[in-house]
């Protein structure tokens, strides 16, 4: 049972933290409120670690029949920092403290994209060649090659394109190719070694800062073979 007498008054500007690994976004303008809270003796546990030695600005307690922790203090036993930009009056928690925002590609539109790609919103993933058997024909070194290409506008705002290629669900053992990444004037940003159905998923990242817009391309010698190849996570950093 709680004690009363550990009641007190409380002048806080934002009373709801939330613990998450990204980006939270306060847009309202602050209102200073007295509110009646409880604070006890609580313990805090971690991933099993006793974490309940808070300072005293970093006490749990009660309010309105709900329990609030200090977003910084759990945020920082769990391996993570924050950083409070008061200029936009966003907290920022992640591993290395700066302001990095992450846009999935999967959530937004597109500029041009082939026959057979399919964007998952929900799935943060996006798949270049959704059980298809479709591609665009053209001749390299004498050799027949197909491509799937989506098309996004970076605008000059990312700083970084990153994501896992993933074949594992792909359908046609003998289904041989990469996924090249351009720039708006057909740079070669980034492209990843040859994939076949057994090859383990590839983690990338790439840096993508003044790069108006970016092209995706699966380029394979059979490409016209249904397959299933999907980039996982696929987004930029702001």
């Not at 690994?21 to 099993?48: C, K, L, W």
């Not at 910084?72 to 008061?86: N, Q, T």
């Amino acid at each position: 049972m709680l004690n009363k007498d550990k009641t007190k008054g409380f002048l806080a500007g934002v009373i709801s933290a939330t613990l998450i690994a990204g980006t939270v976004a306060v847009f309202a303008s602050p209102v200073e409120t007295a509110i009646n809270v409880v604070y006890d003796n609580y313990r805090i546990i971690i991933d099993g670690a006793d974490k309940s030695n808070a300072p005293d600005d970093s006490k749990p307690f009660v309010y309105n029949g709900r329990t609030f922790v200090p977003l910084r203090y759990i945020a920082e036993s769990m391996g993570k920092k924050v950083l409070w930009d008061g200029d936009t009056s966003t907290i920022y928690i992640n591993d290395e403290g700066n302001s990095r925002e992450d846009v999935y590609f999967a959530t937004q539109g597109y500029e041009s994209a082939d026959k057979g790609i399919y964007l998952d919103g929900e799935e943060k993933t996006v798949y270049l060649g959704y059980n298809s058997d479709y591609g665009t024909k053209f001749e390299e070194n004498n050799k027949n090659h197909y491509q799937n290409m989506i098309a996004f506008n970076l605008n000059r705002l990312a700083k970084s394109v990153s994501g896992t290629v993933d074949m594992k669900d792909a359908k046609n053992d003998s289904l041989e190719g990469k996924i090249v990444f351009y720039d708006q004037n057909d740079n070669v940003l980034y492209q990843t070694p040859m994939l076949r159905k057994s090859t383990t998923p590839i983690p990338f990242e790439f840096q993508t800062s003044g790069v108006l817009q970016l092209k995706v391309a699966f380029v394979a010698t059979n490409l016209y073979e249904t397959y299933n190849l999907k980039i996982r996570d696929f987004r930029y950093s702001k």
